[in-house]
């Protein structure tokens, strides 16, 4: 079994508030793209690694990546992403080497998932768990709303679970469920689930939460400079 990476690093991260895209903002000394195509390459059993990145910063994700391709020995395509996320993932897969028949689909702004967790989803992928998704515990209570803000319900907490990237997938189901159900979800589980498939949810990590606001910055960038 040969296992490939798509890293989607397309998006503007506007909430950001930075100059760049949010992929080549620069956290823990280095930019985040970099941060995720390292842990990607780093992980047991990666054969290929394909980058999608913003149209206009193509050289700049080639010139980030190169040298972490080298000192890894795994090649990292970067290709030009699409208008919505799942463009971008469709994007990336068509790049994949054939021979890869399992794909994480990870995104750029989870930068600090650590090889680990792409072994962890890579290792769960199977003929009958074809979809994984890594998740860990909710700590607040979440309420489902109205369009008018009123609570139609409370979901029982226990039962629920922030879900992360790296995603895994049968390479074959991937493909099946972006066809099918196009780039309409914020996440590549949720178009297995469409299909009819079940999706196993394994064991998150608290450093492959997603930075969207620069607060999110501060708690992972002291997260990570604080462990071993
Ligand atoms: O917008 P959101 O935070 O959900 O984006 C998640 C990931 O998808 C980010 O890493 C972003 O770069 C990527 N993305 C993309 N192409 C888009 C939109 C988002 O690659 N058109």
Not at 70 to 89: L, M, N, T
Not at 152 to 162: V, Y
Not at 209 to 227: F, G, M, N, Q
């Amino acid at each position: 079994m040969s296992v490939g990476v798509v890293i989607v690093a397309a998006g503007s991260g506007t909430r950001l508030g930075a100059a760049q895209p949010k992929a080549f903002v620069p956290v823990a000394g280095a930019p985040l793209l970099t941060h995720a195509v390292r842990a990607a390459t780093a992980a047991a059993g990666v054969s290929a690694v394909v980058v999608v990145a913003p149209t206009t910063h193509l050289d700049d994700a080639a010139a980030l990546v190169e040298p972490v391709s080298r000192s890894s020995g795994i090649p990292v395509q970067v290709v030009p992403g699409g208008a919505e996320r799942g463009d971008s993932v469709l994007a990336g897969l068509r790049w994949l080497p054939q021979e890869c028949d399992i794909v994480l689909v990870h995104d750029a702004a989870r930068a600090f998932a650590p090889p680990e967790l792409f072994e962890r989803v890579a290792a769960a992928v199977t003929e009958q768990t074809p979809a994984i998704v890594p998740g860990l515990p909710v700590v607040d209570t979440i309420k489902v709303v109205d369009d008018d803000g009123f609570v139609r319900d409370t979901p029982d907490r226990a039962s629920l679970r922030a879900v992360q990237t790296p995603q895994g997938f049968r390479r074959d189901v991937l493909l099946a469920a972006h066809a099918t159900h196009g780039s309409s979800a914020t996440d590549d589980a949720t178009l297995v689930e469409r299909l009819g498939l079940r999706v196993l949810v394994v064991d998150g990590h608290p450093a492959a939460d997603k930075i969207t606001t620069p607060a999110d910055v501060v708690r992972l960038e002291r997260l990570v400079l604080s462990e071993p």
